[in-house]
C-alpha cells in the first residue's frame, strides 16, 4: 500500500496559503502535504521540511532536493527552533504537523513498528536514539512497563500483559515483533490463540496487539512530549495571522492539541479555524482506512 497523505485538502485549505510564504511542514513522510504545498507558495516561497526519519528524507531528496525553495532537515518537530535559527528564519507564516505513523513505516518489517510484519522490536522513528523497544521493556520494571501500557495504550489489562512481556523478555524469547504479539495474544486469549487469528469475540474489535504496539511506540520515541515541544515551538515562531494546523490519529494526541489550542484561544493569542476538529469524509475513509481515526485541528495566531 502507498502512503496517502490524510485530509489533504482540507489542510491545504486551513493553512490558507499564498504565495511567497515561508511554511514548515513538521512531518515530511513521503512529502504528500509537501507537494501540495509547494503548488500553492509557488517559486517565491519557501518550505522548510523535517522529519526525525532519515529514510522519509532520504525518499525526499530524490524528488525535491535540487528546489531551491525547499530545504530538507533531519529533525524532530520539537527542535524546530533550532532549526529555523540555524536557517536564519525569525517568522514563518504556518506550521503543519502530521503526527501519524506512515504506511511505509509500517510496511517496513526491518523498523519493527507492526505486528502485520516480522521484524526486530525496534520501534524508533530516528534509527539514531539509543533505545529500541526491546531494550526498553528490558530496562522498565514490570510495573513501569505496565503503566506505559495503560497510559500510552490506554490498555486496561495493562498488568496482565506486562507480566508476560516481563517473563518472555527475561527468558530471552522477546525479541520480534511476532514474539510480542504472540506474547499479547496468549496473555488476553490464552496460550491456544495464534498471533495472526482474527479473535471471535465482539469484544476485540482489533487485534489485541494493537494498544501494546502503541503504547511502546509513543514510548520509544517520547512522542506525546515531543507533540508538546513541537507545538510550542511552532507557535513561538508564527508571524501574526499565521496558522498552526495539526493531524493527530488517536485520543491522547487530539487532546493535548485541543487543550494547547484552546488555550490560546481563551488567551486571546489565537482563533481557532474549526469549532469541532474536521475528520474525514466516508470516501476518504473507504479509498484509505488509515484515515478512519484522523482529526485536524487548526489555529491562527492573533
Known amino acids: 500500500m502507498v ?3 490524510v485530509l489533504l485538502k482540507e489542510t491545504i485549505e486551513a493553512l490558507n496559503l499564498r504565495p511567497g510564504a515561508i511554511v514548515v ?16 507558495i509557488g517559486p517565491q516561497g519557501r518550505l522548510i521540511a523535517l522529519d526525525q526519519d532519515l529514510y522519509a528524507i532520504k525518499r525526499c531528496q530524490a524528488k525535491w532536493g535540487d528546489l531551491a525553495q525547499i530545504q530538507l532537515e533531519h529533525a524532530n518537530f520539537r527542535a524546530l527552533g533550532q532549526v529555523l535559527a540555524n536557517l536564519n528564519v525569525l517568522s514563518i507564516d504556518a506550521v503543519i504537523l502530521d503526527v501519524g505513523i506512515s504506511s511505509d513505516q509500517l510496511q517496513d518489517g526491518s523498523r519493527g513498528f507492526s505486528f502485520q510484519e516480522k521484524g526486530p522490536l525496534d520501534m524508533r522513528m530516528n534509527t539514531e536514539l539509543a533505545e529500541t523497544a526491546e531494550e526498553l521493556i528490558a530496562r522498565l520494571s514490570e510495573k513501569e512497563l505496565a503503566d506505559v501500557l495503560f497510559q500510552f495504550g490506554e490498555e486496561r489489562r495493562s498488568r496482565r500483559i506486562a507480566k508476560a512481556m516481563k517473563e518472555k523478555s527475561r527468558s530471552g524469547k522477546l525479541k520480534t515483533t511476532e514474539d510480542l504479539a504472540q506474547v499479547v495474544c496468549d496473555a488476553v486469549l490464552g496460550p491456544r ?3 495472526k487469528s482474527k479473535p471471535s469475540s465482539k469484544r ?3 487485534h489485541p496487539a494493537t494498544k501494546t504496539f502503541q503504547a511502546l511506540r509513543i514510548a520509544v520515541n517520547d512522542e506525546l512530549g515531543a507533540l508538546k515541544e513541537g507545538l ?3 507557535w513561538n515562531h508564527l508571524g501574526s495571522g499565521g496558522r498552526l494546523g ?5 485520543s491522547l494526541e487530539d487532546r493535548i492539541v485541543k487543550r494547547q489550542m484552546r488555550e490560546w484561544k481563551d488567551n486571546g493569542e489565537g482563533t481557532l479555524i474549526f469549532k469541532k476538529p474536521v475528520i474525514p469524509t466516508r470516501e476518504e475513509i473507504i479509498r484509505n482506512p488509515r484515515a478512519r481515526s484522523a482529526k485536524l485541528r487548526c489555529v491562527e495566531k492573533n
Open 246 to 250: 495539526v493531524i493527530s490519529f488517536h
Open 232 to 234: 510550542s515551538q511552532g
Open 204 to 206: 476485540f474489535r482489533i
Open 3 to 5: 502512503h496517502e497523505s
Open 193 to 195: 490463540r495464534t498471533s
Open 25 to 40: 511542514d513538521g512531518t515530511l513522510g513521503s512529502g504528500g502535504h509537501t507537494k501540495e504545498i509547494l503548488k500553492y
